[in-house]
């Protein structure tokens, strides 16, 4: 009773105290995370094909395997349309069914908030409701000529994807709609200059920065000099668009001279829903304009809210969120009430301007690209509060959250769109199978660090071409754990295609050539629940506090803009991660809301950083110029030189003469000197010169740079090692949170210095939920030296709670194995008849299966069960140490079975699982399911007829559940496999060991 009694009152302690409160909770949470932690997926539906068996399959199989929310999206990719028009009253009965189920399983639903993935649309959208260009054309005309002026009508600008991605019946649209705007005129200049890049700075096109090769930001504008008679005379512009008849005479008489006359007009940018189920293709609605966009989710969103019982925010499951994926969707410049909103927010006319959207230089070169930045920054603003705050209003008031991609083919600043998220997202694609878009995760973490979102999500190993089923979980977890460490925390894996088809037509329907296959048709689907329990562990951890940073990269003012931080803060490849010192962006907007407290940079949030970092430009406006000298006056440290001007028009020239002393308040007189020059002002410092502007990769000053700033001011790494381990940092009051993992294919043992003496450490193993003390460590000054050791991409939370007090060993040596027996011999093997393969076989020794002869085997894809019998040492029952039973190289997933028990899942290093419990001296039957991958079986049916898809169009035998004519056992609706692919080692490939830790 006493013993009760001491547990009872430490626990009421415990929870008195708020950080044994928390740590408690996390760790009850750790083994047993709650439902919101769990990953998600893209579930896919392919324009018609769905029925309500398939929608509740998959969920539940959803649900089984750990899946805990889903992004619903419908699109044409690759498949023959099926039955079912989108939007029509059965697709929308569907979809409430959908909404249904989902509240039944408890499985959070996100809505795109238009049919395809690019944005908002559809064939509802009226022309003069959609995106739109200022467009003009061009007359030049004559003094003393009698002929009658006609203007031609303006052509529209060529849609970024081609005229081809429109339908017919788009395409008239597109060629018909047109309403005037203005018409000017002025005097013919000696020779027509046109600013570089101008259709990129007017907003009329915008790449995607994944895929194409398109500038991260616009230059900002410099002092160029031109000849003046190359420029128009704003002054000498004249408004002649009252005297313009409807079929475009113009009643007008030149003055003396040549003058040109420009013909402004809206048209259409050619932006289309895509790629969209044909029912739902149709122009993309007005990003600039509330009530277009009021109009688009009322006919939308409205009619399936309409549908459904109302979101509750406490009810497990269901509608939960809208979503706004990748921008895809190029860029407008106008709208309707475009120059009453620039005048409104810029305080100045921008009719005369209007000869700069075609390229032309008014005033001069500097006064127009002025102009242009301010016609970006007002498109911005457009779509940031008429657009993105909108749509999440509008979910708000149905008790729905928002989630943003903010990335490719913005052009808006992404920083500043993703911001406005409840829920940020990035992207990354599977390594090899795709583009790197790893930029959008430092981009959305970033975005969720400074702002205090505790979940920041991403679409997860998308891919492309010849991926063709070759992921899977075990292959999966290094550039996993890449993406936890970099700090996303949501895994939507991209994508779970609805599987619509018969269950005996597998692997199913694919959304054409696109997606990791996260599907109930995977192969290993039946094992999966072990990695979500990683993933989920891992995301619940990663949920908890705030990261932590040292460096905030200021981006510049202005859009469109792609936060890519200096390339020297990464270490590594491709999925390279952060350095001792890590670092978030942070957008200009954002940056108005925060304070500084013990000389730290602190954000509302709660994020907070120890040096501010100016992007190496020379513009800035008076308004942030300002918020950063308030900054450093209160006791931050910048880095950076003073800007030289503003780059915009506004309040112009009074507004550079303002930077300018602003600069000599903050800079001091040696604003602009060349070797690294320090001023205080106030209570804080600023550190610039040549090193600082000279020595930058992508806006900023390399790593080093930066670092050794830091360490001057005795601020040491928040960890470090001389071993390629990557690692992330988490904090709150009473505990600090490392993750760490293994970069490498090999075991390797390390020593890791962390930046912190909280309390003792604790290892938080996420694979099977363990918790293990660490009495093996050193504390001196700040920080924390731990010996660790990890298996091949193994991963680990190193945990310090000031509840933890135990006093360090230093005695304690890392766990190290023995092999004390070898399972040789012959194997009793079992594969699946319905899939290809032999019912019983025994293998003499363990063997890959593509080197056995019979084609059942050969190009076997599924389950096979592997069993045998085997004794174990008297040593190794009696030595009272835990014995492990080791599979060696498996190909690529397995369960493990002995004497009955079930002893769960392995899919990565070390390939090993606890037999202490169940394990016998004698007679041991031991039990191994093993599963392979689909590629093996696809390249087998390859030899036979092809019975698929052909033109189009479904096969005759598929339509009317006719047999199947050909022998294949495989059918998908997309082929990326011939007959001569190479096969994928499968099975269990051995040795299998058990060994014994010391």
């Excluded at 096109?205 to 008679?229: E, F, H, Q, T």
Aim: include cysteine; hydrophobic fraction near 35%.
């Amino acid at each position: 009773m006493y013993k009760y009694a001491i547990v009872a009152l430490l626990l009421l302690l415990c929870r008195l105290n708020p950080a044994c409160a928390q740590m408690h909770e996390m760790k009850k949470n750790f083994l047993h995370p709650p439902d919101y932690a769990k990953p998600g997926v893209y579930w896919y539906f392919m324009d018609g094909n769905m029925t309500a068996e398939s929608i509740t399959k998959d969920l539940e199989s959803m649900k089984k395997a750990g899946i805990g929310n889903l992004i619903f999206l419908e699109v044409n990719v690759g498949i023959p349309r099926g039955p079912v028009d989108f939007l029509s009253d059965e697709w929308i009965s569907l979809f409430a069914h959908a909404e249904k189920e989902a509240r039944r399983l408890g499985i959070e639903i996100t809505l795109g908030i238009g049919p395809g993935w690019t944005g908002s649309g559809g064939p509802w959208v009226k022309p003069q409701q959609s995106m739109q260009h200022l467009v003009s054309s061009q007359t030049i005309v004559t003094a003393g000529n009698k002929q009658k002026i006609m203007l031609p009508v303006p052509l529209p600008k060529k849609p970024f994807f081609g005229e081809g991605s429109l339908t017919d019946e788009i395409k008239a649209e597109w060629n018909r709609y047109y309403e005037d705007v203005a018409v000017l005129a002025f005097p013919v200049t000696e020779e027509i200059k046109q600013i570089i890049d101008y259709e990129e700075k007017a907003l009329y096109y915008r790449a995607p920065y994944s895929s194409a090769v398109v500038k991260p930001y616009l230059p900002s504008p410099g002092i160029a000099s031109i000849d003046k008679n190359n420029i128009i005379n704003k002054s000498r512009i004249i408004d002649l668009t009252g005297k313009m008849e409807a079929d475009g005479t113009l009643n007008w008489t030149p003055p003396s001279g040549k003058w040109v006359i420009m013909r402004f007009g809206s048209r259409n940018n050619g932006a289309i829903t895509r790629p969209a189920p044909v029912p739902g293709l149709g122009f993309e609605v007005d990003k600039f304009d509330t009530t277009a966009l009021n109009t688009h989710l009322d006919t939308y969103i409205g009619k399936l809210l309409n549908k459904i019982d109302k979101p509750q925010k406490n009810i497990p499951g269901g509608l939960k969120r809208l979503h706004m994926d990748s921008w895809e969707m190029s860029a407008q410049n106008w709208t309707g009430r475009f120059r009453q909103e620039f005048l409104r927010r810029r305080g100045y006319d921008p009719l005369k301007y209007y000869p700069v959207y075609a390229g032309n230089i008014v005033g001069s070169l500097q006064e127009s690209e002025r102009f242009l930045w301010d016609l970006r920054q007002t498109s911005q603003e457009l779509v940031l509060e008429n657009h993105a705050r909108h749509v999440k209003a509008y979910g708000k008031r149905q008790n729905l959250l928002l989630s943003i991609e903010p990335y490719d083919m913005n052009p808006t600043a992404d920083l500043e769109l993703g911001s406005i998220a409840d829920i940020p997202m990035g992207e990354f694609w599977s390594k090899g199978f795709g583009f790197n878009s790893t930029y959008s995760v430092i981009e959305a973490t970033s975005i969720g660090h400074v702002g205090g979102k505790s979940q920041i999500a991403a679409e997860a190993f998308t891919s492309q071409n010849d991926e063709g089923w070759k992921q899977y979980p075990g292959a999966m977890k290094n550039q996993g754990d890449w993406a936890f460490a970099a700090g996303i925390n949501q895994f939507v894996y991209h994508t779970f295609q609805n599987q619509f088809l018969p269950d005996s037509l597998k692997p199913g329907a694919t959304m054409g050539p696109y997606g990791v296959h996260w599907d109930r048709s995977q192969t290993w689907w039946p094992m999966v629940s072990g990695y979500h329990d990683y993933v989920t562990r891992c995301q619940y951890l990663l949920q908890q506090g705030r990261t932590v940073a040292d460096i905030l990269y200021l981006t510049p003012e202005g859009s469109p803009h792609v936060f890519v931080p200096p390339a020297s803060a990464i270490k590594g490849d491709t999925i390279g991660d952060r350095r001792g010192y890590n670092f978030d962006g942070c957008a200009p907007s954002q940056l108005m809301g925060a304070y500084v407290k013990n000389k730290q940079i602190i954000f509302p949030s709660g994020a907070a950083y120890r040096m501010l970092v100016l992007p190496v430009i020379e513009t800035m406006t008076p308004k942030l110029l300002a918020k950063i000298g308030e900054l450093v006056k209160q006791g931050a440290t910048i880095v950076g030189s003073a800007p030289l001007r503003s780059p915009s028009l506004e309040n112009y020239p009074l507004c550079d003469k303002n930077i300018k002393t602003l600069g000599r308040q903050i800079w001091g007189p040696m604003q602009n000197a060349l070797t690294e020059t320090r001023g205080k002002y106030g209570l804080g410092e600023v550190i610039w010169g040549s090193a600082y502007r000279e020595n930058i990769d992508n806006l900023y000053p390399k790593y080093d740079v930066i670092a050794n700033l830091l360490r001057a001011k005795n601020i040491s790494e928040d960890f470090s090692t001389n071993q390629a381990i990557r690692y992330t940092h988490r904090t709150a009051n009473g505990w600090d949170m490392y993750f760490v993992s293994n970069t490498t294919n090999q075991p390797v043992d390390f020593n890791g210095t962390f930046r912190t003496k909280i309390g003792s450490p604790e290892l938080w193993n996420a694979i099977n939920g363990k918790i293990t003390r660490l009495d093996n460590f050193t504390v001196s000054n700040s920080n924390t030296s731990i010996p660790l050791h990890l298996d091949a991409y193994e991963s680990a939370f190193i945990v310090f709670a000031e509840t933890n007090k135990w006093t360090a060993t230093n005695t304690s040596k890392l766990v190290t194995e023995q092999t004390i027996a070898e399972i040789n011999g012959s194997w009793e093997v079992s594969f699946d008849i319905k899939w290809g393969g032999p019912e019983n076989i025994k293998f003499d020794a363990l063997i890959d299966w593509t080197k056995r002869s019979e084609e059942g085997i050969k190009y076997y894809s599924g389950t096979a069960v592997y069993k045998k019998s085997f004794d174990v040492p008297s040593t190794g029952i009696t030595g009272g140490k835990r014995l492990y039973l080791h599979l060696g190289d498996v190909k690529n997933m397995a369960r493990v079975k002995l004497n009955g028990t079930d002893l769960g899942v392995l899919w990565t290093a070390p390939w090993m699982v606890d037999i202490s419990t169940a394990v016998l001296q004698e007679n041991n039957q031991l039990e191994i399911e093993v599963v392979n991958l689909w590629p093996n079986r696809l390249i087998g049916d390859e030899n036979r007829p092809d019975d698929g898809i052909k033109n189009g169009h479904w096969p005759e035998w598929l339509l009317k559940k006719q047999p199947r004519p050909s022998k294949r056992n495989t059918f998908s609706t997309h082929r990326f496999y011939n007959s001569k692919s190479p096969l994928f080692s499968s099975g269990l490939l051995g040795p299998v060991t058990i060994k014994q830790k010391l």
